[in-house]
């Protein structure tokens, strides 16, 4: 079946540092990924995602691309503020079927 | 446009007692499904809706877990009676259809305590 594999946290980056967080994908045809994130106490929010290989999904500052030659969606940001500490889900979804999730990256950025 | 609503943000409740957890999508999403997110998590689908029918229930334990969707708007998910490990923060969530590349819109969940 569908399975999402994430990097283990926590992350603990300092203000303006570079943000990999990995995330790799199994799935039987070609899915839709997403990343979601989580701010503490609150519900996921859709931060990016891609429909199709080699799409690029980019949302404040933040990025990730669709390598099926990979199974890969890692999730990067070029500079990383204290705001976007959070927990990251790296996510899939086939036709219709129901979205996936891998289980959360925490990051937590220090001024 | 308003997020999709849940109620109460908080529950707690001892074993063996029933809960209830309401949601209101987004309007015009057909699609809304109910998530279970244990602490350290990511959420685990429970039941999926479209409009007021069922989609997938696969992972519903329906021993002691409902949901309804009666007019293909707002739904309510029941627990009865309440174990221990239902402890987790249950998210509801709503797309405009199924298609895998409509993205699914979170609520912030209701946190659900068992004594």
């Known amino acids: 079946g569908d399975s999402v594999t994430q990097m283990e946290g926590p992350v603990t980056l300092s203000e303006e540092a570079f943000l990999t967080i990995n995330c790799t994908y199994t799935?039987?045809?070609?899915?839709?990924l997403f990343w979601y994130v989580q701010y503490p106490g609150e519900g996921l929010q859709l931060l990016l995602k891609?429909?199709?290989?080699?799409d690029k999904g980019s949302n404040k500052g933040f990025e990730a691309t669709y390598r099926k030659e990979t199974t890969s969606f890692h999730l990067e940001k070029g500079s990383v503020q204290v705001s976007d500490s959070a927990v990251y889900f790296c996510a899939l979804r086939e036709a219709a079927r129901q979205l996936t999730f891998g289980s959360g990256t925490q990051l937590t950025v220090l001024p | 446009e308003a997020g999709v609503a849940q109620s109460p943000r908080y529950k707690i409740i001892e074993k063996r007692q029933s809960v209830a957890f309401w949601c209101n999508p987004i309007?015009?999403?057909?699609?809304l499904y109910w998530y279970q997110q244990i602490l350290g998590q990511g959420p685990k689908l429970l039941i999926q809706?479209?409009?007021?029918?069922?989609?997938?229930d696969s992972q519903l334990p329906k021993d002691r877990f409902s949901a309804e969707r009666l007019k293909g708007v707002d739904s309510t998910l029941k627990i009865q009676p309440a174990k221990l490990e239902d402890s987790a923060v249950y998210l509801c969530?709503?797309?405009?259809?199924?298609?895998?590349?409509?993205?699914?819109?979170f609520g912030d969940g209701t946190r659900l305590s068992i004594l």
């Open positions: 891609a429909t199709k290989a080699d």
């Open positions: 309007s015009g999403h057909a699609t």
């Open positions: 969530a709503s797309s405009l259809g199924q298609y895998s590349n409509q993205p699914q819109h």
């Open positions: 809706f479209q409009n007021n029918g069922v989609v997938d």
């Open positions: 799935a039987t045809g070609y899915p839709s």
